[in-house]
């Protein structure tokens, strides 16, 4: 089905008038007995308009974006969790969750290839992270080191502990996931990476209730 737009009101009109419309057009029942097929004259003509503008402000007819989603992937992959004392919350999941042997905290560094930028503007920003693996999903922690700026020390500073993110695994973030924001409108808060893969923070956290973030491992070239 094609989609119009708010502003192809007057445009059906005039294709009323020039005939340029399907011959047979149906008009949806609005509960008021107003349902039947018509045919491109005269007596019908605003009939059909208004009926197109109540579909239009009802939201059954909208503005052609595409039909692709956002996200095909379904599966989150980790839930992070933004945290100031990393040590005493990787106590706290262990004792939860019964894990004798605690994870090991890693130091998430920029990388040359993927350099970190927030809002827009580069950030030398590293991050304390830790994993824990539970049947179905990942728990993260995280905790920001220095002063530059970053979006976990942003978080941190107006929520205070808390869920920062939900991460999905993707593939294509550059070639395909980028226009796809560009379209809906949705900016990007933070990106970075590593050596073979990249992440991006979306600011959604108005629209969702929580960050979204996107990750992608690039595919390992087959040798030669």
């Known amino acids: 089905m094609r989609l119009y737009r708010r502003d192809s009101i ?3 009109s005039s ?8 011959l047979k057009l149906t008009v949806p029942d609005f509960g008021i ?4 097929s018509i045919r491109g004259n005269e007596s019908m003509k ?12 009802s939201g059954s007819v909208a503005e052609d974006r595409g039909s ?3 996200l095909e992937n379904h599966q989150a992959v980790h839930v992070g969790i933004v945290v100031e004392d990393l040590e005493a919350a ?20 920029g990388h040359s290839d993927n350099p970190t930028h927030f809002r827009g503007d580069p950030s030398d920003v590293n991050v304390r992270l830790a994993f824990f693996n539970l049947e179905n999903i990942q728990i993260e922690l995280l905790s920001p080191l220095g002063d530059n700026p970053n979006h976990w020390s942003e978080f941190l500073a107006t929520h205070g502990d808390g869920v920062h993110h939900l991460a999905f695994r993707v593939q294509g973030i550059g070639e395909v996931y980028l226009d796809r924001l ?32 996107l990750l ?3 595919e390992q070239k087959a040798s030669p």
């Open 182 to 213: 560009a379209e809906r409108g949705i900016s990007l808060v933070q990106k970075g990476g590593w050596d073979g893969g990249e992440y991006v923070y979306l600011d959604t956290a108005d629209s969702l209730g929580v960050t979204l973030e």
């Open 90 to 109: 990787i106590v706290a999941w262990s004792e939860l969750l019964g894990i004798e042997e605690p994870p090991g905290i890693i130091v998430g560094e």
């Open 15 to 22: 294709a009323l008038d020039c005939n340029q419309l399907p």
């Open 10 to 12: 007057a445009s059906v």
């Open 33 to 36: 007995g107003m349902s039947r």
């Open 216 to 218: 992608e491992q690039y």
């Open 68 to 70: 692709e989603p956002l």
């Open 46 to 57: 605003w009939l059909y308009v208004v009926s197109f503008a109540v579909l239009i402000s």
